[in-house]
T-cell receptor, first 109, second 115 residues
Framework: GQNIDQPTEMTATEGAIVQINCTYQ??????LFWYQQHAGEAPTFLSY??LDGLEEKGRFSSFLSRSKGYSYLLLKELQMKDSASYLC??????????WGAGTKLIIKP | SQTIHQWPATLVQPVGSPLSLECTVE??????LYWYRQAAGRGLQLLFY??????ISSEVPQNLSASRPQDRQFILSSKKLLLSDSGFYLC??????????????FGPGTRLTVL
């Protein structure tokens, strides 16, 4: 079957670093996506990894290991506005996205 | 640049009433289009997707239907709403496979409450 696992909730402190993990088992692989979703709003695209390694975009970085079926999203210098849910999604062999349930990140001052 | 619109933003409907939600995309042609539902505190559930005019694939059997009358227009409908249809409905678009990544871009969503 197809499965994506990520923690339900994480808490971190303003100014700190947090790593949100995602493991997946899917039929086919056409890239791994991270989205940010603030409460009551639509998801917005953060990052895309199709090759192994680290992709950096400002305070956000995303890592992929295809052999391990593993990715993480790294958020540095946390700000209160980073409080949101972070969704991991994998493109399958039919070019559809398989979605994780999301990780709710709570930032404390 | 591409933009995606959804309306209405919020909707309160009685059980048994019909539903029509509309989504339009600007700035791209022949996009793949998607309808998702998100229950409170839950993940995204794919309802329908379309690769072209009149081509609709259903992922979950239910009392909802979708139509794509024009290249950049996607409509979600129901003849009779159920209480369980309440949720946050999201429309998304992506490039046709081979013309870019499969990144999906979401509209602002419609929050539907069925009473």
């Amino acid at each position: 079957g197809q499965n994506i696992d990520q923690p339900t909730e994480m808490t971190a402190t303003e100014g700190a670093i947090v790593q949100i993990n995602c493991t997946y088992q899917t039929s086919g692989f056409n890239g791994l996506f991270w989205y940010q979703q603030h409460a009551g709003e639509a998801p917005t695209f953060l990052s895309y990894n199709v090759l192994d390694g680290l992709e950096e975009k400002g305070r956000f970085s995303s890592f992929l290991s295809r052999s391990k079926g593993y990715s993480y999203l790294l958020l540095k210098e946390l700000q209160m506005k980073d409080s949101a849910s972070y969704l991991c999604a994998v493109g399958d062999s039919n070019y559809q996205l398989i979605w994780g349930a999301g990780t709710k990140l709570i930032i404390k001052p | 640049s591409q933009t995606i619109h959804q309306w209405p933003a919020t909707l309160v409907q009685p059980v048994g009433s019909p539903l029509s939600l509309e989504c339009t995309v600007e700035g791209t042609s022949n996009p793949n289009l998607y309808w998702y539902r998100q229950a409170a505190g839950r993940g995204l559930q794919l309802l329908f997707y379309s690769v072209g005019i009149g081509q609709i694939s259903s992922e979950v059997p239910q009392n909802l239907s979708a139509s794509r009358p024009q290249d950049r227009q996607f409509i979600l409908s129901s003849k009779k709403l159920l209480l369980s249809d309440s949720g946050f409905y999201l429309c998304a678009w992506s490039h046709t496979p081979g013309e870019g990544t499969d990144t999906q871009y979401f509209g602002p969503g419609t929050r539907l409450t069925v009473l």
